[in-house]
């Protein structure tokens, strides 16, 4: 039997945190040299996340505020909010593709960030740097794309794990107010995992005192990681 790789992690540099203001973000990396599926698969258990072909997590000394969850999606049952929002999207065609390249998504993907990242560098991406982000060389990842009237309006990105599905990133039509599509997103991503029959599905992380990550705290049941053991939050938080 061979013996387990010697894997090297880097710390970046102290950074301004892109989620809470005022605070110093640090993060953890996985050699990339070093980094393949099944070494990711071992660090998602752990709370790494995936950027582009770069295995991270959070590693800031003084804020523990970046929480990992997932939901066991076997014993997810929608809620109101779910069910209405399944509701308001029934006119949508879904599909599972296989993560490329596309004029179309590239498109979605430019107007996206036009509207949620104004300048700053953000909002004018290349073809190349949507791929390097979003398709991963060595991981198995797909598109769950949605459309409307054949037009396409929003792409979540999933990798698939050996334990699970992770949303690594969604975009869509900024101009499609109303739908909530990050949310149906997930709910989709929640039965594409269960039809494959795979436990879990993980969301990053989740920040409660950052606006726009503390709506992962909303889902129930859902698991933490705090330490090195995952945890059910119980439904009453």
């Not at 989620?19 to 258990?45: H, K, V, W």
């Not at 398709?135 to 459309?147: K, N």
């Not at 101009?175 to 599509?181: E, F, K, N, P, V």
Request: charged residues 20%.
């Amino acid at each position: 039997m061979n013996a387990p790789r010697q894997v090297q992690f880097y710390a970046t540099p102290p950074h301004p945190c892109p989620y809470l203001p005022g605070q110093e973000s640090i993060s953890l990396f996985a050699d990339p040299a070093c980094t393949d599926a099944t070494l990711y698969n071992r660090l998602a258990r752990l709370g790494f996340r995936r950027s582009g072909g770069h295995v991270y997590r959070p590693a800031c000394t003084h804020c523990q505020a970046c929480i990992p969850v997932r939901i066991p999606v076997a014993d997810f049952q929608p809620r109101r909010r779910d069910r209405r929002c399944l509701e308001r999207n029934a006119d949508l065609q879904v599909q599972r593709v296989e993560a490329s390249f596309s004029e179309e998504a590239y498109r979605l993907y430019c107007t996206y960030l036009r509207a949620r990242h104004p300048g700053g560098g953000m909002d004018k991406p290349t073809a190349e740097q949507f791929s390097q982000f979003l398709i991963g060389s060595w991981s198995d990842t797909g598109f769950l794309q949605l459309r409307l009237d054949r037009q396409l309006i929003s792409v979540a990105v999933i990798d698939r794990l050996e334990d699970g599905l992770s949303a690594v990133y969604t975009f869509y039509d900024p101009a499609q107010t109303g739908r909530s599509l990050g949310h149906y997103s997930i709910l989709r991503q929640i039965e594409a995992a269960q039809s494959m029959g795979l436990p879990y599905l993980y969301l990053g992380y989740w920040i409660e005192a950052c606006q726009k990550m503390a709506y992962k705290g909303t889902y129930r049941p859902l698991e933490t990681l705090r330490g090195e053991q995952w945890e059910r939050l119980p439904y009453s938080t």
